[in-house]
């Protein structure tokens, strides 16, 4: 899969596609009955961008040797991965619902022993950044600057509270990895409270500025922005690239919208039929429009 024409047409393929994610994800955490919510409803529109409209992959072949490649650094919002990864084909979409069961190849975090599709394990906040750094450097030492794949990033706002990811951010920049794109999902939640109590971020596009990226500032929730964003970000051959997306914590379930009480916790049965009622109603409001 690759970009395609982005007519309106694809864009309600994209938002039906998203909303279809959203539900499966609410199954999932229901069933498992613990796992992360905000990140993965927050999340849906810019996984469903990446796996079904930009980047470089194949389910048939999911070690295709030229394939992008997508670290998920913060971990924990591995269901609206999972839940991507299944309706793209990589695997069959009942099996969501083993979601952090005992032997399941779908764990609390990511495991590539168990599934080996993904690309990186993760857990530990603020690893993956410096993953993907060391695989945009390992890229370009491999083929030069002839190398037409790109290496993208998956980080938390409250993740950056970490000291690692700026190690790593200095690095990126100093060594130019234009071949390097980041996104941060700007929710502005972490688990104990909102960011800006916690740990302030902000001015956080001026920070990554001036470590030497080009900054790019977009709606998490607009198809069109988020495919303009990457399709910019490719573009600049100087320097690498943050993509800071501003999302609505647990998109699409407007009583947990923008609560970081969300950020950790799955709903309960009811919540869950609640929430799943509110989707397909967005869904058949998308289809009609």
Known sequence: ??????????????????????????????????????????????????????????????????????????????????????????????????????????????????????????????????????????????????????????????????????????LAGKEKLHNLIVIVDRNNIQIEGFTEDVLPLEPIADKWRAFNFHVIEIDGHDMREIVEAVEEAKTIFEKPKVIIAHTISSKGVKEWERKYEWHGKPPTKEEGAMALKELREIGEKIKSE
């Open 1 to 170: 899969m690759n970009m395609s024409v982005l007519n309106d047409n694809k864009i309600k393929e994209l938002e039906l596609q998203a909303n279809a994610i959203r539900q499966s994800i609410i199954e999932m955490l229901v069933e498992a009955g613990s796992g992360h919510t905000a990140g993965p409803l927050d999340m849906a529109d810019i996984f469903t961008a990446l796996y079904f409209h930009i980047l470089k992959h194949d389910p048939k072949k999911p070690d295709w040797a030229e394939r992008d490649r997508f670290v998920l650094s913060n971990g924990h919002i591995c269901p609206v991965y999972y839940a991507t990864l299944a309706h793209a084909g990589y695997f069959p979409v009942k099996e969501l619902l083993t979601l952090r069961k005992f032997g399941t190849r779908l764990q609390g975090h990511p495991h590539r022993e168990y599934l080996p599709i993904v690309e990186t394990s993760s857990g530990p906040l603020g690893a993956g950044l410096s993953q993907a750094v060391g695989m945009a450097l390992a890229d370009r030492m491999d083929k030069g600057t002839t190398s037409d794949r790109f290496i993208y990033c998956m980080t938390g706002d409250g993740e950056l509270d970490e000291g690692q990811n700026w190690e790593a951010i200095l």
